[in-house]
């Protein structure tokens, strides 16, 4: 298999193609950032986190 | 024929020509206050979503920037100020300002909506169609006082900054946009004292154009004096404070200074000496509202060791 050689776009175009390419790299890093800042609400909280309830990490202590 | 060929004549648009398209210098401006709103704001964001809030809002009025160009390219064309921008100058086409234009404005509202809070996307979608819209399209060819309306697209930044971080508006981001909205309109006059060759050409009712400049001069005077209350009054805000106060009241006093001089000359002295107090009240106007607004930030940023605020 062989490539074919570069049409001269490709170069003319290179520097508005490593923009927009770079653009898209760091919203997808932001997207990222901020989807792990609002999971963990700044710091790793558990799911329902109530004594009895599903999931909770709390034990449930038994009245007496 | 359409095909690749038919563009080799065509002068290639780079990335920076897009950048430009998004008005960078404007750009900046609206980053400032935006950020000082944030900043300001009684409730801390995360570093994060503070950085993105300040990005989305940013790139909302880059949007509106881009719109403005694909709408106004036939009179940017014309001004020697605007004539070298990348639709007149033939590297981006008006097509091509209006896509960017919309898809920005669709990305950076709802990113903003989803990073902060819908009230404060609302706003920033409210602001582009304030600026591209009511602005551009409508009152800019159509009325003098169309800088003094449109005014408001560039004071809501510190707004939607205050409203990213709390969720409300209160009067402290009221007073914030005032601030902006007033000074608008002799910040722009002093520019079309100077400038008025350029916005008569292409038709643009500047009030130098349709008033004439006396009627300018008396407009800048006017206007400087009801923006003073709004500067002052912030003072005694939650935001506000000595430090803010003192620097108030010495720029408001210089401003109010520099417009009373503006006022007493005529064209005669302005001719003779080269429109030299309106270009250095211009250029004040610049420092004022900087300069109050990095007030603020000092307020904020020094409450923490007890000496901001009241």
């Known amino acids: 298999m062989t490539f074919k050689p570069?049409?001269?776009i490709h170069k003319r175009r290179f520097s508005r193609n490593l923009g927009v390419g770079t653009v898209l790299g760091c919203f997808v890093a932001l997207v990222f950032a901020l989807t792990v800042v609002k999971v963990t609400n700044g710091d790793m909280m558990h799911a329902n986190d109530a004594p009895g309830l599903l999931g909770s990490t709390q034990p449930i202590v038994p009245k007496p | 024929m359409a095909d690749i060929r038919s563009f080799d004549d065509m002068k290639?648009?780079?990335f920076g020509d897009f950048v430009q398209l998004l008005k960078p210098r404007v750009m900046s401006l609206v980053v400032f206050t935006a950020l000082v709103g944030l900043l300001v704001a009684p409730v801390h964001l995360h570093p994060v979503v503070g950085f993105a809030a300040i990005l989305f809002i940013a790139l909302g009025a880059g949007a509106s920037g881009a719109l403005n160009m694909w709408w106004d390219a036939d009179i940017d064309a014309i001004m020697r100020r605007t004539k070298s921008r990348p639709v007149p100058a033939?590297?981006?086409e008006a097509g091509e300002a209006l896509g960017i234009g919309l898809a920005l404005s669709g990305i950076s509202v709802v990113m903003l909506a989803l990073a902060t809070n819908i009230l404060a996307g609302a706003l920033l979608a409210f602001t582009?169609?304030?600026y591209a819209v009511v602005y551009s399209m409508w009152l800019k060819r159509s009325t003098p006082q169309n800088i003094v309306i449109g005014g408001a697209?560039?004071?809501f930044p510190p707004m939607i900054g205050w409203v990213a971080a709390t969720g409300?508006?209160?009067?402290?981001a009221c007073l914030m946009f005032m601030l902006i909205f007033m000074w608008t309109p002799p910040h722009f006059w002093a520019l079309a004292l100077f400038m008025n060759e350029?916005?008569?050409q292409a038709g643009v009712p500047m009030l130098t154009v349709t008033h004439g400049k006396k009627s300018t001069r008396k407009h800048i005077i006017l206007y400087t004096i009801a923006l003073v209350p709004f500067a002052i009054a912030t003072a005694f805000t939650s935001i506000g404070g000595p430090i803010y106060l003192a620097v108030a009241v010495v720029l408001?006093?210089?401003?109010?200074?520099?417009a009373y001089r503006i006022w007493r000359r005529d064209e005669d002295q302005a001719a003779a000496d080269k429109y030299k107090v309106e270009k250095s009240v211009f250029r004040f106007s610049l420092l004022y509202l900087f300069l109050h607004f990095g007030a603020l930030l000092a307020e904020a940023a020094l409450r923490p060791y007890g000496f901001g605020g009241w």
């Open chain 2, 168 to 172: 409300y508006i209160s009067v402290e």
């Open chain 2, 198 to 200: 350029d916005y008569s």
């Open chain 2, 128 to 130: 582009i169609f304030f």
């Open chain 2, 252 to 258: 408001n006093a210089e401003f109010l200074r520099g």
């Open chain 2, 153 to 155: 697209a560039g004071a």
């Open chain 1, 6 to 8: 570069e049409h001269e």
């Open chain 2, 90 to 92: 033939g590297k981006v």
């Open chain 2, 12 to 14: 290639e648009a780079g």
